[in-house]
Each structure stands twice: as C-alpha cells, then as structure tokens.
C-alpha cells in the first residue's frame, strides 16, 4: 500500500496546524499553508521538484511579509503609546529659570518643556511625553 505525495503534503499541513494551535505562533501557519500549497501542486500531477519549489516559496515569501509586517505593527505601537498623552492639558502656574516648568499630571510631577520655545503660565496641550518631560505647546483657551 502506498501513500500518495497528496496525503503526505496533507498529513504534514494538519500535524503543523496542530502544532501552531499549541504554540500560537504565525510562522507554524505559514508552514501549514506551504504545506497546503505543495499538496495542491502533487494534486495537479506535477514533480516532486516543482512541489518542493513552490513550498519552498510560499514560506519564504510568508515569513518576510510576517516579519515587515511585525515589524510596522512594532513602530506603529510604540507611537502610539506616546499618543495616549497627546492632547492632554496641564496648567502650568510657576516656572523654572531656565524657561522650562513642573507640572502635575496624571497624579505625578513631571517637567515640562515648550516646543516653540519657553514656557509661560496659562493652560498647555501635551504633543509628546518623551521619556519623564512632557512638551508643550500653547492652548488658544
């Protein structure tokens, strides 16, 4: 009895979704997707070689866009941790000598810069937390 390269393409294609559904990593998906595709190709009748290649591809090409895209999701997270500040007012009541000045925000002390410039009292939108100073800018209110 023997097993056609169809099967074995399969078998291996649900053992590795198996094992991506242990792992929860999107690499192992991939391979089940080469795996898949190189099943279809034994389906279609066409050589081991042309089989291999095509699997060989599918992953290759999976595993460099997973890796771009992880990478801009990466990017995009941090910005947008610093987003979550944005917008945000402070009152600024003294200020330091050196143009810059401490606010309460968030129930903590922080130092404040201006980004055109110094600061003056009055009511202040954050543009960025960078680090432990907030920069400012003016609110027309």
Same mark, same amino acid.
């Not at 979704?17 to 898949?36: D, K, Q, R, S, V």
């Not at 070689?49 to 060989?56: N, Y």
């Not at 944005?86 to 009541?93: D, E």
């Given at each position: 009895?023997?097993?056609?390269?169809?099967?074995?393409?399969?078998?291996?294609?649900?053992?590795?979704?198996?094992?991506?559904?242990?792992?929860?990593?999107?690499?192992?998906?991939?391979?089940?997707?080469?795996?898949?595709?190189?099943? #279809?190709?034994?389906? /279609?009748?066409?050589?081991?070689? =042309? @089989?291999?290649?095509?699997?060989?591809?599918? $992953?290759?090409? !999976?595993?460099? #866009?997973?890796?771009? /895209?992880?990478?801009?999701?990466? =990017? @995009?997270?941090?910005?947008?941790?610093?987003? $979550?500040?944005? !917008?945000?007012?402070?009152?600024?009541?003294?200020?330091?000598?050196?143009?810059?000045?401490?606010?309460?925000?968030?129930?903590?002390?922080?130092?404040?810069?201006?980004?055109?410039?110094?600061?003056?009292?009055?009511?202040?939108?954050?543009?960025?937390?960078?680090?432990?100073?907030?920069?400012?800018?003016?609110?027309?209110?």
């Amino acid at each position: 009895m023997s097993i056609s390269a169809t099967a074995i393409w399969c078998i291996a294609a649900i053992i590795l979704l198996g094992a991506e559904m242990m792992a929860g990593t999107i690499y192992l998906l991939i391979c089940a997707i080469a795996c898949f595709t190189g099943a #279809l190709f034994a389906f /279609l009748g066409l050589g081991l070689s =042309a @089989q291999l290649f095509v699997a060989g591809t599918v $992953l290759v090409t !999976g595993c460099c #866009l997973v890796f771009v /895209l992880r990478k801009k999701i990466k =990017a @995009q997270y941090r910005e947008n941790l610093n987003d $979550l500040d944005k !917008g945000q007012r402070v009152r600024i009541t003294e200020l330091n000598a050196d143009g810059s000045a401490i606010v309460h925000y968030r129930g903590t002390i922080w130092r404040a810069e201006g980004v055109h410039g110094p600061l003056s009292p009055g009511l202040w939108e954050i543009q960025k937390a960078d680090g432990p100073r907030l920069l400012l800018e003016k609110k027309l209110n």
